[in-house]
Nanobody, 124 residues
Framework: QVQLVESGGGLVQPGGSLQLSCAASGSIFAINTMAWYRQAPGKQRELVAS???????YYADSVKGRFTISRDSFKNTMSLQMNTLKPEDTAVYYC??????????????????WGQGALVTVSS
């Protein structure tokens, strides 16, 4: 069984910084693209940033220049450094990863894995 666990959410004042972390565990053969999504109250879930195995990154226009995504392929972890936070960044942030999981007998199975979500609140 494969699991993604986020950590690092919380309350921060406008202009402040926060770092989110995501750790993947379980019978993992490989992890492809990893990403952060967020969902604000009353809005649809949106892609915030993503990073491929070759470390090619993508950022939503709303976070470019403020957020930085990174990953450690040896530890199967990913981080999102969020700077100059704005009230409109308030949302539940979700970790997502395309994972090749090992099954019994040696077969592989592709999974679209999600974390449980971490609440980020930007408010004075």
């Amino acid at each position: 069984q494969v699991q993604l666990v986020e950590s690092g959410g919380g309350l921060v004042q406008p202009g402040g910084s926060l770092q989110l972390s995501c750790a993947a565990s379980g019978s993992i053969f490989a992890i492809n693209t990893m990403a952060w999504y967020r969902q604000a109250p009353g809005k649809q879930r949106e892609l915030v940033a993503s990073i491929t195995r070759s470390r090619r990154t993508y950022y939503a226009d709303s976070v470019k220049g403020r957020f930085t995504i990174s990953r450690d392929s040896f530890k199967n972890t990913m981080s999102l450094q969020m700077n100059t936070l704005k009230p409109e960044d308030t949302a539940v942030y979700y970790c997502n990863a395309g994972i090749l999981a090992r099954l019994e007998g040696g077969a592989l199975d592709g999974l679209d894995a999600w974390g449980q979500g971490a609440l980020v609140t930007v408010s004075s």
